[in-house]
């Protein structure tokens, strides 16, 4: 049995300068028994000269993971990391949790991420006094793990424009500008400071007496961390005097405004308009402004009606509005309005002519970064809206109804499937108007082939020249 000795400052280091050697030596992982920190170096009992008989290769990934597991505390680490080193190299997948040798390293290395995540979030600094021109802090810490090493290069960029030095019960690490790692020498705590009181003042006037989750609490801050927190002497009594808290609250909450509250109420109150008549757009306009028929309301920034004269022979249904027409309130103004627009002059087909509105009044989109991307509206949600559109087509009484796109069909036909072999055809409303189908532009504009897209355009015009000349 080979015994080698690891040592307590730079053992990762260590480990993996003397696999590259047993590598080479051919030696078995079985063969080798690995301590750390032991005085006894002579215990290393085979001379291993580099003999360049194999080489390691390892993905960058997998020696991070592997490096992190060895900061475990468990003391078959090392045997269990050699192992894996030479099985990765004769052809183990790297991640197959089907391996038990690997799942247990995987979830070790999860468990040296988690106390390290511990350390960045509970370390508490207390000022020493320092005779030099930058502010010197220390802190005492004890983690369940080897992390020291791993965990303080946080602290040196955060803080490094203080010196500091976090010890724990085996090492400390000390930042002078420079992070260096010693052996702890002395285990007493660094003493309170002026800040401490400023600090529990601070925590106990943010403490949310009506969001206390014990068990949660604990989780996430369990309680061998209290401690060395100076926060934590208050945890009990504000816990046990959340319920009062919370019935303070809710009394004062329901007592009447008080005055000052009220003139500001007054002064940012919307000036009163008058009730539109009865009957008419602008009704229904102001009707459907407050619509909640359906969730769609919540994320739009608006109604979008619709726009046109009360005359209009042609009323021009789309599907929902878009991102600049949510942000407008009107329909048709965004990249599909604007090609609307141009292909109904070609076909002339005049816009200040038609009444132009959607069968969805809210826009309806998935948030991706600062983007607020298109989806279809689902069958309820064009239901929902389907009152509108039939006020709508009440109050305008069309003689042709141009339906652009699945949506608009569904809404005015039951039935939205099959659109592009029933556009151009003549179909029927459900009070008998008769329904122009065509697609809608924005179907032009995803079009990513050019050809595809002149045709089709070509074919939009068309059909809107049919409408022109329908009447």
Same mark, same amino acid.
């Given at each position: 049995?080979?015994?080698?000795?690891?040592?307590l @400052?730079?053992?990762?280091?260590?480990?993996?300068?003397?696999?590259r050697?047993?590598?080479?030596?051919g030696?078995a992982?079985?063969?080798?028994?690995?301590t750390?920190?032991?005085?006894?170096?002579?215990?290393?009992?085979? &001379?291993?000269?580099?003999v360049?008989s194999?080489q +390691?290769?390892?993905?960058r990934?997998?020696?991070?993971?592997?490096?992190?597991a060895l900061?475990?505390?468990?003391? $078959?680490?090392?045997?269990?990391?050699h192992?894996?080193? +030479?099985?990765l190299?004769? /052809? +183990?997948?790297?991640?197959d949790?089907?391996n038990p040798?690997?799942r247990?390293?995987?979830?070790q290395?999860?468990?040296?991420?988690?106390?390290i995540?511990?350390?960045?979030?509970?370390?508490?600094?207390?000022?020493?006094?320092?005779? =030099?021109?930058?502010?010197?802090f220390?802190?005492?810490? $004890?983690p &369940?793990?080897?992390?020291?090493?791993?965990?303080?290069p946080?602290?040196?960029?955060?803080?490094a424009?203080m010196?500091w030095v976090?010890?724990?019960p085996?090492?400390?690490?000390?930042? &002078? =500008?420079?992070?260096h790692?010693?052996?702890t020498a002395?285990?007493?705590?660094p003493?309170?400071d002026?800040?401490e009181?400023?600090w529990r003042?601070?925590?106990?006037?943010?403490?949310?007496?009506?969001?206390?989750?014990?068990?949660?609490?604990?989780?996430?801050?369990p309680?061998? *961390?209290?401690k060395? +927190?100076?926060?934590?002497?208050?945890? #009990?009594d504000?816990?046990?005097?959340a319920d009062?808290?919370?019935? $303070?609250?809710?009394?004062?909450?329901?007592?009447?405004?008080?005055?000052?509250?009220?003139?500001?109420?007054?002064s940012?109150?919307?000036?009163?308009?008058p009730e539109?008549?009865?009957?008419? @757009?602008?009704?229904?306009r102001?009707?459907?402004?407050?619509?909640?028929?359906?969730?769609? *309301?919540?994320?739009?920034?608006?109604t979008?009606?619709?726009?046109? #004269?009360?005359?209009?022979?042609?009323?021009v249904? =789309?599907?929902q509005?878009?991102?600049?027409e949510? @942000?407008?309130?009107?329909?048709?103004?965004?990249?599909?309005?604007?090609?609307?627009?141009e292909?109904?002059?070609a076909a002339?087909?005049?816009?200040?002519?038609? *009444?132009?509105?959607?069968?969805?009044?809210?826009?309806?989109?998935t948030?991706?970064?600062k983007?607020?991307?298109?989806q279809?509206?689902?069958a309820?949600?064009?239901?929902?809206?389907?009152?509108?559109l039939?006020?709508?087509? /009440?109050?305008i009484? #069309?003689?042709?109804?141009?339906?652009?796109?699945?949506?608009?069909l569904?809404s005015?036909?039951?039935?939205?499937?099959?659109?592009?072999k029933?556009?151009?055809?003549i179909?029927?409303?459900? &009070?008998g108007t008769p329904?122009?189908v065509?697609?809608? #532009?924005? *179907?032009?504009l995803?079009?990513?082939?050019?050809? @595809?897209?002149?045709?089709?355009?070509a074919k939009?015009? $068309?059909?809107?020249?049919?409408?022109?000349t329908?009447?």
């Amino acid at each position: 049995m080979m015994r080698i000795v690891l040592p307590l @400052l730079g053992t990762v280091a260590a480990w993996r300068d003397h696999v590259r050697r047993l590598a080479a030596e051919g030696v078995a992982p079985e063969a080798v028994r690995w301590t750390v920190g032991e005085e006894a170096r002579d215990l290393l009992t085979v &001379d291993l000269p580099p003999v360049p008989s194999r080489q +390691l290769k390892i993905a960058r990934d997998a020696l991070e993971e592997i490096e992190t597991a060895l900061c475990h505390s468990d003391p $078959e680490r090392f045997n269990r990391a050699h192992a894996l080193v +030479l099985r990765l190299n004769d /052809g +183990l997948a790297w991640g197959d949790r089907t391996n038990p040798a690997l799942r247990k390293l995987m979830e070790q290395a999860k468990t040296v991420r988690r106390d390290i995540h511990k350390m960045h979030a509970f370390v508490r600094f207390r000022e020493v006094p320092t005779e =030099g021109p930058r502010r010197a802090f220390a802190a005492w810490f $004890e983690p &369940d793990h080897h992390i020291v090493e791993r965990g303080t290069p946080f602290f040196a960029k955060r803080f490094a424009d203080m010196d500091w030095v976090i010890a724990t019960p085996a090492v400390t690490a000390r930042f &002078d =500008g420079t992070l260096h790692f010693e052996e702890t020498a002395d285990t007493a705590r660094p003493p309170p400071d002026a800040t401490e009181d400023l600090w529990r003042t601070y925590y106990a006037s943010i403490f949310n007496p009506g969001r206390v989750m014990v068990k949660a609490m604990q989780s996430e801050m369990p309680k061998k *961390y209290w401690k060395n +927190l100076p926060e934590a002497d208050l945890i #009990p009594d504000l816990i046990r005097g959340a319920d009062a808290r919370v019935r $303070e609250m809710q009394a004062r909450e329901a007592e009447e405004a008080p005055e000052r509250r009220r003139a500001v109420a007054r002064s940012m109150a919307m000036p009163e308009r008058p009730e539109p008549e009865a009957g008419t @757009l602008d009704a229904l306009r102001a009707q459907a402004a407050a619509c909640t028929r359906c969730p769609l *309301y919540a994320p739009a920034t608006q109604t979008v009606f619709g726009e046109g #004269p009360r005359d209009a022979k042609i009323m021009v249904v =789309g599907e929902q509005p878009g991102d600049q027409e949510d @942000l407008a309130g009107r329909p048709f103004v965004g990249p599909a309005g604007k090609l609307f627009d141009e292909e109904a002059e070609a076909a002339g087909l005049d816009r200040r002519q038609v *009444y132009v509105t959607n069968a969805v009044k809210h826009f309806k989109f998935t948030p991706r970064g600062k983007r607020r991307i298109h989806q279809s509206p689902v069958a309820g949600e064009i239901r929902a809206c389907q009152t509108w559109l039939q006020h709508e087509m /009440g109050l305008i009484r #069309p003689q042709l109804i141009v339906s652009m796109g699945a949506t608009a069909l569904q809404s005015l036909t039951g039935k939205g499937a099959g659109i592009l072999k029933r556009r151009g055809g003549i179909e029927e409303a459900g &009070d008998g108007t008769p329904i122009l189908v065509t697609v809608h #532009p924005s *179907y032009l504009l995803r079009l990513p082939d050019p050809e @595809l897209a002149r045709v089709e355009r070509a074919k939009f015009r $068309e059909d809107l020249a049919r409408a022109a000349t329908y009447l």
